[in-house]
């Protein structure tokens, strides 16, 4: 019983801490050998419930996000798709939601719009970190380890001449975002395709959640209709986030 409860406090120990802890500091934390430490977590990263950054660092991995994540995604799924059909009800354009799984943005929402409007998003599609404003989004919220780590494995594919393939350049691409208070792709994961993704939050603060508005071009040439469907995914991502408990955090 013993090493299940060291397997637990290990975990309990990693619970909210977006930068990670060290292997010392897991150790002290726990109050083990760091030789002890060690071997747990070799065990824990085999199963995937830890994840170890290029800087050495532990994080909670994927295994531990399975466990929670359909009781999770079917709460916010439950409160954000009533907002997703007034979005599309007031403006026309399809409306989607995405989580962070593990290493991977997924789109596990997604209500299509009046308007035509050829898309390859599909409930279970994965979205590229850096080309999709979902994505974006939602990086832009993380610890700058975890977004570092989150990078340093994704395939930076090009899908139109504007997608940005240097991690450099969307690294300073993701400050601005979290600046702004949201992501706007332009033509730069589907030619002619425009979105904007907004970032959710709950009481504890950002959650690995996006809501995006996606539209043609064509649909939004005009800089007023662009502003438009900026602030009525910020209205609809505040509607959202209160009913979650937390509160929409505007830009800085």
Known sequence: MQPVIRALDILTALSGRGSGRSL?????VVEIPLSTAHRFMRVLEDKGFVIRTAGKRYLLGPSVRALVTATETERVREVAEPVMRRL???HGETVFLAEL????VICVSFLEGTRSLRHHVQVGSRLPLNASSSARM?????EESEIDDLISR???????ARTITDPRELKRHL???KASGYDVCDDEMENHVWAVGVPLHDVNGALPYALTIVAPLSSVESAPRRTELIEAAREAAADISV??????????
Not at 24 to 28: C, K, M, N, P, S
Not at 101 to 104: A, D, L, M, Q, R
Not at 138 to 142: D, F, N, Q, S, V
Not at 243 to 252: D, M, P, Y
Request: hydrophobic content about 45%; glycine content about 10%.
């Open 24 to 28: 010392a500091q897991i150790a002290e």
């Open 101 to 104: 799984i593990g290493s991977e």
């Open 154 to 160: 994704a395939e930076l594919e090009r899908y139109t």
């Open 138 to 142: 939602i990086l832009a919220g993380l």
């Open 175 to 177: 400050l601005s975002t």
């Open 243 to 252: 009913e979650l408990g937390g509160r929409f955090v505007a830009s800085a």
């Open 88 to 90: 599309i009800r007031d």
